[in-house]
């Protein structure tokens, strides 16, 4: 007879995903809200799940299949008949004393009714034919927990309760929970709660029009410096808080959140009227008069609040986007003579500020504004200021050069940074695809990768982005002594070695794949092959070793239309094409020539033919550029060359090139002619 096993309780893998668990809830989101995303910082080993709708919402069935653990030994059966029965007994006992425990704790009978219609709540939400009846659930769960909605918030299972009210219910619903929790003055107590704040960020993205009367209650005017301090160095507030101020909050409500930042003196004396708000720190200094004294007062106060974060064992606090306003407007306070004085004085507060944060700083380059703040440093500091702030953060170079706001920070290094060997030598070694192949496939790491060589083109750059970047011109024009255009050059050139040598090694391996491909959209593929032409039209270095590599594919025909073509038409032509002059923006570091003879000579009169007549289409176009390419080159001699291609092309050739009536034909026959 085959051993019996006890079934055993699930796994923590067995258990289903959030993702699973939530698949029939996100009904109740809007279609057109966005999805609000956390900025994740670059230092994170594990990446928190971007879900503004977290909460900790399991069925307590769930919980009581795994008090006694996460697996149960599997026992051989006839021999423990007994052990078995006594731990069923066990069981029995262990679940009688919990019950009766619980019976001890006030509104016993009230949670017990809540939790059965809570998991009915939660079956008909999971169920198509269900969903009409939410809403008759919701009101007898709310008419049921009416009154006790505080007392129950606080609780690990009974907070369950009150956050389905708000994400199920109707405005009215949460109309009720806010009034209540108004009337306890409870929200400075949930805030700071292991379950309850997950009901107050149901509320904040719910109910907006109420966010700032509940903002005002966490931080009481008058007393938001020091609430606010309190409440950034707590272990559950404080992640919280960084929520509310990134996900949820207007302008208004983020400045009556960092505003505690400001001191007593400001929160207490400086009036909170609507000029004010949404500005930052300097208007209010600007409110004080020409009263410098007054004005060192309030910014060392700030000073002092920032150090106590960063010194302070909470150390994800560092990481919140509140913290990273604060020390914005702090730098850009101190860098005004009306505040601080001289430039001696401005020189002295940034080296306190970046001593405070100097081991911080891969800290801050996650957010938009501790990014700006690490630019401005760097910016204004000094030679040795910036050779300290590259040596703190190169550690984590490869994970800057992928985040948005971080990369900024590299590309102000590029282009601030006098020691350019030592900018190469520092930062080649993790932006180069030879150490992080996913550079090149992804549209950020591909700016990394390619800004010493092109800058600040529009090919790669948004418009915003460029403006981003320009922020700082004006100031590192000041605080660096290498020209523009030299540095860039001895940029160019340290850092093409290495790129040319990865296109000489990898390129024909990306461009084969894509030659070869069904025609599938890979837009990693799609990306390398657009850092494949900017290297070869940009970087300053010997292409020729490039020829055989990038046309070794064209010697076999494509296995689909692919934009292949487009790519090697850019290179014949030397260049991108400018919308705006209608002409080519020719390069003066790439051997046009040198390559479109090499095209002709590794190909071959067969292969050329083939792809001109064999339902090639596109690949007309590339022969095209080719033969534009020879005629291009005056000042060569390639008259043999141009009359051995032109007679590749005889009366059969060409009969078969225009019965084809491809695209690119009739173009062809006409360069033909020109040859």
């Not at 690490?374 to 590259?390: E, Q």
């Not at 992928?402 to 590029?414: R, Y």
């Not at 025909?557 to 400018?578: C, E, I, M, S, V």
Request: hydrophobic content about 35%.
């Amino acid at each position: 007879m085959p051993p019996s096993k006890r079934a055993a309780a699930p796994t923590k893998d067995d258990r289903p995903s959030k993702k699973a668990k939530s698949s029939g809830l996100d009904s109740q989101r809007p279609k057109n809200e966005p999805k609000l995303k956390r900025s994740v910082p670059i230092t994170a080993t594990v990446v928190p799940e971007n879900d503004d709708d977290a909460s900790d919402e399991e069925a307590w069935e769930e919980e009581e299949n795994l008090a006694g653990g996460d697996h149960m030994e599997v026992d051989p059966p006839s021999e423990n008949i007994q052990k078995e029965k006594n731990r069923a007994e066990d069981r029995r006992t262990q679940k009688a004393l919990t019950k009766e425990r619980r019976s001890h704790k006030g509104n016993y009978d009230l949670l017990s009714e809540a939790k059965k219609k809570w998991q009915v709540l939660l079956k008909k939400t999971k169920e198509k034919d269900g969903r009409e009846n939410k809403k008759a659930l919701v009101t007898d769960l709310m008419t049921l927990v009416q009154g006790h909605i505080h007392s129950l918030c606080t609780k690990h299972d009974a907070s369950r309760i009150v956050q389905s009210i708000v994400k199920y219910g109707d405005t009215v619903a949460r109309e009720q929970v806010v009034k209540e929790l108004n009337e306890a003055h409870a929200w400075p107590e949930l805030i700071k709660g292991r379950y309850s704040k997950f009901l107050l960020l149901k509320l904040f993205r719910l109910l907006p029009a109420h966010r700032l009367e509940i903002l005002r209650q966490i931080l009481p005017p008058k007393r938001e410096a020091s609430t606010l301090m309190k409440l950034l160095l707590h272990a559950e507030a404080s992640a919280v808080l960084a929520d509310v101020y990134e996900l949820y909050s207007n302008e208004a409500e983020k400045d009556w959140i960092v505003r505690g930042f400001w001191g007593k003196e400001v929160t207490l004396f400086s009036p909170d009227t609507q000029e004010n708000k949404g500005r930052g720190l300097q208007p209010i200094l600007d409110s004080m008069g020409p009263d410098v004294e007054r004005r060192k007062r309030v910014l060392r106060e700030v000073k002092g609040n920032i150090d106590s974060v960063f010194a302070n064992e909470n150390k994800s606090s560092p990481t919140h986007p509140i913290v990273h306003r604060a020390v914005l407007e702090y730098i850009k306070a101190i860098s005004i003579a009306e505040n601080v004085g001289d430039d001696s004085q401005q020189i002295a507060l940034r080296d306190e500020i970046l001593e405070t944060l100097i081991t911080s700083l891969p800290e801050l380059v996650h957010t938009k504004d501790g990014s700006q703040s690490v630019r401005l440093l760097i910016a204004y500091g000094s030679a040795k200021t910036r050779k300290n702030i590259l040596k703190t953060l190169k550690p984590h170079l490869d994970k800057m050069a992928t985040n948005q706001e971080a990369s900024l920070i590299l590309f102000t290094l590029f282009d601030s940074v006098d020691d350019t060997k030592l900018l190469i030598k520092t930062l080649l070694p993790s932006i180069t695809p030879f150490q992080n192949e996913d550079l090149a496939k992804n549209v950020i790491g591909r700016r990394a990768v390619l800004y010493p060589i092109v800058g600040r083109t529009k090919r790669h750059f948004l418009p915003a982005v460029i403006r981003e970047i320009e922020a700082t011109d004006a100031i590192v024009e000041k605080t660096s002594k290498k020209d523009n255009e030299v540095r860039r050059k001895e940029l160019n050139e340290g850092w093409a070695g290495e790129l040319i040598r990865w296109v000489e090694q990898k390129g024909e391996t990306i461009l084969s794949k894509i030659h070869e491909s069904e025609g599938g959209d890979d837009s990693g593929a799609n990306g390398s092959v657009l850092l494949i032409s900017e290297i070869c039209l940009e970087a300053i270095g010997d292409k020729t070793p490039l020829f055989v590599p990038l046309l070794q594919p064209l010697t076999r025909p494509p296995a689909a239309d692919t934009f292949l073509p487009r790519f090697y038409k850019t290179l014949l032509q030397g260049g991108h094409f400018n919308h705006a002059t209608k002409s080519i923006e020719q390069s003066t570091v790439w051997p046009r020539y040198e390559f479109a003879t090499a095209l002709f000579n590794t190909l071959g009169k067969e292969r050329v033919v083939k792809m001109c007549v064999e339902d090639e289409s596109s690949s007309v176009w590339i022969v095209v550029a080719a033969l534009e390419a020879l005629i291009a080159a005056e000042e060569l001699d390639t008259k043999d060359l141009r009359t051995n291609v032109k007679s590749w092309f005889g009366e059969e050739e060409r009969s078969s090139i225009e019965k084809e009536e491809a695209k690119g034909s009739k173009m062809l026959i006409q360069t033909l002619e020109k040859l």
